[in-house]
């Protein structure tokens, strides 16, 4: 599963063999029920204007429509350094831990260098929002969560796994035709999405064609993820075509879209008059009528991404019938501790998101220092349970290398924590076949 951020991953040194390690904090149960007699750190401070630290005159009002978020939206090296040259102070914390305690300071120049040549070598394109811009901390931007996730960083590049493949999760192998992706025998996934414009319209409308057509054509199918890039950046009238004809599939009955719109702007839901959301919700409220469900799968990582515009587009969705689940990827340095990961969940169940799948690092190219170990994902997982709401616990999975889906963590055949080597089946999907799952190597 690779949407637009850096998802993923973590660790490695020279030595094949890999061993799995804890951070203490990773597993304290104390900080779930301490979390759970206060109330949830509010979301609502609409008296502040979280982004003035950064774009002093915009005013409210101009920052909440997307428009302006999308105009001032930052893509090219360029523009971010530029960028970074206005919000980052001469000197700033080193990474380490203690940095801050100790007093060493690393310069702009060399922050500025590392970025720069991190973006070099990053497997994808960088698109940051100024809503994502402002909720950064560019006092410290080494330890921030948020930078960690969107901005790759030379000196904390790993080398990739010895075990990765280009195609990791076989999705290749389980393509009937381009575009369409055929593993679970009920489900598929409708990946060709990403910017299909008014000359690629023809082409683009072939390929769904051929792909509605298989999905017509196999009555097992009843549910499609559509997905490919973002479906934030569809057309409205494509995702309504999309969303039209799917619905007119009669062994159809559920479908979502995947996006990380909401995380990364979500000012656009907001917005009565926008054709995006208006063209959802209609796709929806059809699905409805017909009885089928229609749903948003959106992608948090941290709750820092969450602010009280966060919320409004929430209760937005909530209020016009839309169903929201969200899908968070275990990352190292971002997530990966126990008060985290229930102060994360917590919030996306107050804003009626569903917290739905933790998912483990995919094994993809380029994101290996945010991988995390089976180990960290077991121990947070049993931390979390009975101190939240079982309607409101995510599911803690991997989706297995070489095709075998998504699998629960706690279903591995074997796992050696010491050379970090899992084993896995998955019968429903490829009967008696064995995968494994590597674990970051350790660095020393």
């Keep these: 599963m690779a949407f637009l951020f850096r998802q993923s991953l973590r660790r490695t040194r020279n030595s094949i063999t890999s061993k799995s390690t804890i951070s ?32 002093k005159n915009v005013d409210q009002s101009e920052f909440l429509t997307y428009r302006w978020q999308t105009r001032n939206t930052v893509e090219r090296p360029e523009k971010l350094l530029d960028f970074l040259k206005t919000v980052v102070p001469e000197r700033i914390p080193d990474a380490v831990k203690s940095a801050k305690e100790d007093g060493r300071l690393i310069t702009r120049e060399a922050f500025l260098e590392d970025v720069y040549n991190g973006m070099a070598k990053a497997p994808m394109s960088v698109r940051l929002t100024p809503h994502v811009l402002s909720v950064i901390n560019w006092q410290e931007p080494l330890q921030d969560p948020v930078l960690r996730q969107f901005l790759p960083l030379k000196s904390r590049i790993l080398p990739d796994h010895p075990e990765l493949t280009l195609d990791s999760l076989h999705e290749e192998g389980d393509s009937p035709v381009p575009g369409l992706v055929h593993r679970y025998p009920d489900k598929v996934l409708f990946l060709d999405t990403e910017s299909v414009t008014k000359h690629s319209l023809k082409p683009a409308r072939r390929r769904w064609d051929a792909m509605f057509e298989y999905i017509e054509q196999n009555p097992a199918v009843q549910d499609v993820v559509v997905s490919g890039g973002d479906s934030y950046y569809l057309d409205p009238t494509h995702l309504t075509r999309i969303g039209h004809r799917l619905l007119a599939i009669p062994h159809v009955k559920r479908f979502r879209f995947a996006t990380k719109g909401l995380a990364v702007c979500p000012m656009r839901m907001t917005d009565p008059n926008d054709a995006w959301v208006n063209a959802f919700v209609e796709v929806s409220d059809r699905g409805r009528e017909m009885g089928k469900e229609v749903a948003m799968h959106t992608h948090f990582n941290h709750p820092n991404e969450i602010t009280w515009v966060t919320e409004m587009a929430a209760r937005a969705l909530f209020q016009r019938g839309v169903r929201v689940r969200n899908q968070t990827v275990l990352l190292s340095g971002v997530n990966d501790t126990t008060p985290t990961m229930a102060l994360l969940i917590r919030k996306l169940s107050d804003l009626m998101i569903q917290p739905y799948y933790v998912y483990l690092g995919d094994m993809v190219k380029g994101v290996e220092d945010l991988r995390t170990s089976l180990a960290t994902a077991l121990h947070i997982e049993q931390d979390l349970i009975g101190g939240i709401a079982g309607f409101n616990m995510p599911k803690f999975v991997v989706d297995l290398p070489g095709g075998g889906g998504k699998r629960p963590i706690t279903s591995y055949e074997h796992y050696d924590r010491e050379t970090g080597v899992s084993t896995w089946k998955a019968p429903a999907v490829t009967g008696e076949k064995i995968f494994q799952y590597h674990d970051p190597i350790e660095r020393d």
């Design 24 to 55: 203490s904090s990773t597993h304290k149960c104390i900080t779930i029920a301490s979390l759970a007699k206060s109330p949830a750190p509010s979301t609502t401070s609409k008296t502040t204007p979280y982004w003035q630290h950064i774009w």
